[in-house]
């Protein structure tokens, strides 16, 4: 194999300090004090003959685990040795004090400062890239996203406005994106119809401010900024392509990037695969012939996929963050990896250099 520096553009270390106490329903403070239930539900499940959900249960198991890990510090540690050393991890915090699940014990002044502590300790250093959040409905949510991007220079923002708000959302466009763009920033956003949702929040809305045509507006106000849609769509939208099925809204986000990208109007928009690769035998083979194509549209797309693993969220599914890697790897070949490992994540981060004639129609 040649030698790849990998960067793993999508990983959360926050805790269950993090999130709110009734988050995702109440019963789960209950779950949390008490983690040998889920087991032994696990267990009844399994002596009736219902493995495939007693498995579900187990992973969820190894989920609650995870974010009960004392700090970001232990959930970084678990994730590094996965991949090979010298690796970058992008660290998405998340805010969801607002999201009406009840109170978060830990908040965001202190997830951030957690974070820069990460950064600074980390080995070997700059492997640590933490990204700033922000929900722009809390003033005080926006001052510390500020705090985060101009004190503790951070070196990215990550917005989640599948909580409750549209990504063109006032505040966003008039404080937070101009000064991200003045720093030379990139973004990352939630773009699937799964993930974390405001109580209050119907799927109807959800998905109206997650959809990727819904950040249109943002685009054409902030062209070279340079923009991620997480998740290329998600699960449920590589499903319905793959089985050609219709999705909410008859509109498949997966294509609807694919377009948005290989037509060439916005050269700063990407996307990663963070999660959905999780379902590896049904949609790594998708992936490969999206990226394999000698046209004009395919390398452009090409050239916009980042790797990411979306760990621990992942810790609900079978495959390890190594297993993965280790498939796309072998499934991609070694140019396809590393263009999405390591070329389009040097591009992306950092501004790096990279062929322009894709996006002056010279390709």
């Known amino acids: 194999m040649s030698d790849i520096r990998i960067t793993n553009c999508h990983i959360h270390t926050f805790t269950a300090q993090h999130v709110p106490r009734s988050f995702p329903f109440p019963a789960i403070r209950f779950l949390r004090s008490e983690p040998g239930l889920i087991l032994a539900l696990a267990k009844f499940l399994r002596t009736i003959g219902q493995e495939h959900i007693s498995e579900q249960v187990e992973r969820l198991h190894q989920f609650l685990l995870q974010g009960s890990r004392p ?205 959905t690769m999780f379902h590896f035998e049904a949609f790594a083979p998708i992936l490969r012939m999206l990226l394999k194509g000698d046209d004009v549209a395919s390398r452009r797309l090409r050239s916009r996929v980042l790797f990411g693993s979306d760990f621990y969220m992942t810790r609900q599914e079978e495959l390890s963050e190594r297993a993965v890697s280790i498939r796309l790897r072998n499934t991609l070949g070694e140019d396809l990896f590393k263009q999405i490992a390591q070329t389009n994540p040097e591009v992306w981060l950092d501004g790096g250099s990279e062929d322009k004639s894709l996006w002056t129609g010279l390709g």
């Open 71 to 275: 700090s970001q510090a232990h959930i970084l540690e678990d994730v590094v040795r996965h991949y090979p050393r010298g690796t970058r991890f992008v660290v998405l915090p998340m805010d969801m004090s607002k999201i009406e699940r009840g109170p978060v014990p830990v908040g965001l002044k202190d997830q951030h400062d957690e974070l820069a502590q990460l950064r600074d300790a980390a080995d070997p250093a700059g492997s640590v890239v933490p990204f700033a959040t922000v929900d722009p409905r809390d003033p005080t949510s926006v001052a510390e996203c500020l705090r985060a991007l101009n004190e503790l220079e951070f070196k990215g923002l990550k917005i989640y406005p599948r909580l409750g708000f549209a990504p063109d959302n006032p505040v966003l466009m008039q404080q937070i994106y101009p000064r991200v763009f003045e720093l030379g920033l990139p973004v990352m956003t939630h773009c699937s119809r799964g993930g974390v949702q405001g109580r209050y929040v119907c799927d109807y809305k959800g998905d109206g401010y997650t959809r990727p045509h819904a950040y249109l507006p943002v685009l054409r106000k902030f062209p070279q900024m340079r923009l991620c849609f997480a998740h290329f769509g998600g699960q449920v939208d590589w499903a319905a392509y793959s089985n050609a099925k219709d999705t909410r809204g008859n509109e498949n986000w997966m294509e609807q990037i694919r377009e948005m990208i290989g037509g060439g109007e916005f050269p700063n928009l990407w996307t990663d695969i963070s999660y």
